[in-house]
């Protein structure tokens, strides 16, 4: 920041300082235009910028140190930069996630994504068709979740559609995310008429899309995404996941055309592999129109192989933008995957900072990359990331809306 | 694009179509074997996909293939030229990219980080920094990730001022070191006390460079280049220097954060197109990036400055900075630098999965413990590297999950009851140890009760983080008698 005089010296944070106030940094996130504004009004005075002397006339003689070989120029060389034009003959198709009651269901609002003609962010003059839509997740049994996770939802973790309206309400979810885990048949096993149940209490809970999350058993997960596809007739679900699992296991066919027949949108996972999303896109194809299908490439954790996602969506949102039209298709990450790494979660030595702060950074890094890498929905957990990727996504797709504000001296600033 | 620019695109070849036959052509083709391949084809193949370097071939550097050798170099140089400064084991080499995909080829030469310090901080203060930015580490699947270089500030815009902290900062680290101000005359005092640790200069601009470039010529330091987001201008600084007889440049388009970060983002990913898609010689330079810059906002929370500083330094990392200079010295701030860092500038070429079968750590005895995880290249170095750094004496079974993680593996089928069963048969693990207990991943809990059955082991969960083996062990090994 910049020093202002008479106030707040300049003595180094202790780490007993950054954990006092790491429980804080999502109010700070939250709160900086008010402390902006209450704490700080900026007259020139105050500040101890440094402006540089522009005597440029008055340099030192450095011909007598280096005899010059080349005429040098005197004056700039004039040089003009007309930046390639990126022009792609491919488009990433557009999917509607949620209905309206006008369009057959019963959320306040649907949510477009997709629709990208460049790879994400790289022309200036070309801002995303749809801003990335964030989804947060809620559980329908008790999970062991890191500890910094916790504790923002631990009230709500019994109730999932407690969880789900305090995610939309307090954290500002677009979409949300509830994961039938407890159907997993090696868990509790609950049959596909409960997760139904739940799926129907979470729909009366809040007005936004929902994503169905099963437990990646592909015969249990295609009997409860059949009953719930029935159930929530025109809703326009997004089905996590359907895999090449459910193709072998003969199910994948009694899903796509559950959610064909009462309009949901599929979930495509496959693992870090593109010949096998594109097989598992050419088999879905045969029941389901383009348009209701979303990949998921899958997501690893920083530090784990996020490299790996980071090029595999490199790789299929430009080979998509090239013309392969089995990729064209939006994309999403779980972002929350982030947590799996120790550096997430885990208390290290104090010269790695407090986990408070680890972990949500984690997560946001995470979510961060993918997204110049070109997903179009996150699945997410800790609010500060959700604020933080929310705020980058605003600001990266309103290029050229505001003009940008004015380069500030970092080289002669005092900073505390 | 200019004229100029796509003369470039007709005379450059990228990286990926050039053929190892291309390169033969220019060998001395008398397959030697000086460089230990059994031909020049070999070597040329090799040569294509930057496992070797020129270098490597000692006869091309002979007199009779002065021509074929430069025409080699010009035809296997990066689209972005690399630049070095500092000296000796850790001089910082920046630059040098063939693509602007990672897939496309590989990023090399990985992005350097380098902290601040002022010339208005005491003598103790600057010490006691320095000693940190050195001593900032942290052990990464049994690699160790540092910060690389340090950057001075003229603050005071007094020469003498700038000149002690430089020559105290050098006396103090061996670290490359960056000067910054916009000031020849400052510029010049830092100079002169550090003449043989050939620095890097920030900054000429549009108003500075002719004393800039005088000193960077009379100190033979690489120099940045600097504009307030025009590019055309940036250009044309590169072009002017190059006049002057400089081509060690690095570019800085200037970095604003927050509602200036798309300006910034865009920047660097036009100049990196512009390099590596059109071969534009003039943007073909390394890329600075500055998250300090958030620094000079008007925000008031430390915690808020550094979690900006970390967001816009993994920014700019992903897209092509390949120097970032920052001012957080926090770990919570840093890790996620380094890290993904180190991710970003693997080869991607390589496979993502290691070798199934059994490994050995220490001395295993016939009652040692077996563990088991999955072959993803990352899961098994995480798990061989908290094994090794506790010094335990266990089998380890890597069981062929296709090269996916235990969670992932586990969730699509590839780690279960019947792949366990058929990575204990392949293994002969029960030719190596005398009991029947096996720890499967705390992540692949839910396998227990099927594992036991199918293979007729006892089954123990062990941690879900390999971290906790140590203490896992500790407690729990040997098992109980059931």
């Known amino acids: ?222 009997a409860v995404f059949t009953e719930i596809a029935a159930m929530a007739a025109g809703e326009r679900l997004l089905l996590n996941s359907v895999t090449l699992d459910m193709a072998e296991a003969k199910t994948l066919g009694t899903v796509a055309k559950a959610a064909r027949d009462n309009g949901h949108v599929l979930l495509a996972f496959t693992g870090l592999e593109l010949n096998n999303a594109k097989e598992l896109n050419r088999r879905l194809y045969e029941y389901i129109p383009p348009e209701q299908i979303v990949m998921d490439l899958t997501t690893v954790a920083l530090g784990y192989g996020l490299e790996y996602s980071f090029t595999i969506h490199e790789r299929a949102r430009y080979a998509a933008l090239m013309g392969d039209t089995e990729l064209a298709h939006p994309v999403i990450s779980a972002a929350t995957n982030a947590w799996a790494a120790r550096e997430a979660w885990m208390a290290m030595a104090p010269e790695y900072g407090p986990r408070e702060l680890r972990g949500p950074v984690w997560e946001t890094v995470n979510a961060l990359t993918l997204l110049l890498a070109g997903i179009d929905l996150f699945m997410m957990m800790h609010p500060a990331s959700v604020l933080t990727l929310r705020d980058v996504i605003h600001r990266l797709g309103s290029k050229g809306t505001t003009a940008p504000p004015p380069a500030r001296d970092w080289v002669g600033a005092r900073i505390s | 694009m200019t004229d100029g620019m796509a003369q470039q695109a007709q005379r450059k070849k990228s990286i990926r179509e050039i053929s190892p036959i291309d390169v033969y052509k220019l060998l001395p083709k008398t397959n030697c074997q000086e460089c230990n391949e059994s031909n020049c084809m070999a070597f040329a193949t090799k040569l294509v996909n930057g496992e070797l370097t020129i270098s490597d071939c000692p006869p091309l550097h002979m007199a009779e293939y002065q021509a074929a050798c430069s025409d080699l170099g010009l035809l296997l140089a990066p689209p972005v030229q690399a630049v070095t400064f500092g000296t000796g084991s850790q001089k910082c080499t920046i630059g040098g990219k063939y693509v602007l995909q990672r897939h496309e080829f590989t990023y090399h030469n990985p992005t350097m980080i380098a902290i601040d310090v002022d010339d208005l901080m005491s003598d103790e203060d600057v010490r006691a920094r320095v000693h940190r930015i050195e001593q900032f580490t942290y052990n990464y699947i049994g690699r160790t990730l540092a910060l690389n270089a340090v950057a001075i500030r003229s603050v005071s815009g007094d020469p003498v001022t700038f000149g002690k902290v430089v020559k105290a900062v050098a006396g103090t680290t061996g670290l490359p070191l960056i000067l910054c101000s916009l000031d020849p005359a400052v510029m010049k005092a830092g100079l002169t006390e550090i003449k043989d640790r050939h620095p890097l200069i920030y900054t000429a601009t549009d108003k500075n460079w002719k004393s800039m470039a005088d000193l960077a010529l009379a100190f033979n330091a690489p120099l940045v280049v600097h504009t307030d987001g025009d ?182 089928r590839y780690f279960s009851a019947e792949s366990i069963v058929s990575a204990i048969k392949e293994t002969a693990v029960e030719d190596l140890v005398s009991h029947k207990t096996l720890i499967i991943p705390g992540l692949a809990a839910r396998l227990s009760g099927e594992t036991e059955e199918a293979t007729g082991w006892k089954i123990l969960v062990g941690p879900k983080d390999s971290s906790g083996l140590p203490q896992y062990l500790k407690e729990r090994w040997p098992p109980h008698p059931a």
């Open chain 1, 1 to 222: 920041m910049v020093h202002k005089k008479n106030k707040e010296t300049a003595a180094p944070v202790s780490g007993n300082d950054v954990l006092s106030l790491a429980p804080r940094i999502l109010e700070l996130l939250q709160g900086v235009q008010q402390l902006e504004l209450e704490n700080f009004s900026m007259e020139i005075g105050d500040l101890d910028l440094f402006i540089p002397s522009q005597n440029f006339g008055n340099s030192p003689n450095h011909s007598s140190l280096h005899p010059p070989l080349l005429k040098k120029p005197t004056e700039i060389l004039r040089e003009s930069f007309q930046p390639r034009e990126a022009r792609y003959p491919g488009q990433i198709r557009e999917v509607v996630l949620g209905a309206t009651k006008a369009q057959g269901g019963s959320r306040a609002h649907a949510i477009t994504i997709g629709g990208s003609t460049t790879p994400a962010y790289a022309d200036a003059l070309i801002p995303p068709a749809h801003p990335p839509a964030i989804s947060l997740d809620v559980f329908d049994m008790k999970v062991s979740l890191p500890k910094v996770l916790r504790e923002n939802v631990a009230e709500v973790m019994e109730d999932p559609a407690e969880w789900a309206r305090m995610n939309v309400k307090k954290f500002g979810a677009d979409i949300i995310t509830i994961h039938l885990m407890s159907t997993d048949p090696l868990f509790l096993n609950t049959s596909p008429q409960q997760a139904a149940k739940t799926v129907e209490d979470i729909l009366q809970a809040v007005d936004v899309p929902l994503i169905i999350g099963g437990c990646g058993d592909p015969k249990k997960d295609a």
């Open chain 2, 231 to 412: 590019l055309a201008l940036l250009r044309s600084l590169v072009k002017t220097l190059n006049a002057c007889g400089l081509t060690d440049l690095v570019l800085d388009p200037g970095t604003l954060a927050e509602d200036g970060l798309p300006e910034t983002l865009h920047a660097l990913t036009t100049l990196r197109t512009a390099a590596c898609r059109d071969f534009d010689e003039l943007s073909g330079h390394p890329l600075l990036g500055v998250p300090l810059a958030v620094w000079t906002s008007e925000e008031i929370s430390m915690d808020v400055l550094k979690w900006r500083e970390t967001i816009t330094a993994s920014i700019l990392m992903s897209r092509y900075a390949d120097l970032l200079i920052m001012h957080s010295l926090d770990g919570w701030v840093l890790l996620p630098q380094l890290i993904w860092r180190f991710n970003l500038y693997t080869d991607p070429r390589k496979p993502v999965s290691v070798e199934a079968g059994i490994r050995t750590f220490g001395h295993p005895g016939k009652n040692s413990p077996v563990l088991i995880t999955t072959n993803y290249a990352l899961t098994f170095f995480t798990v061989e590297s908290d094994i090794k750094a506790a010094g335990l004496d266990c089998y380890l079974i890597v069981a062929d999950t296709g090269g996916l993680s235990v969670e992932s593996a586990v969730a699509g």
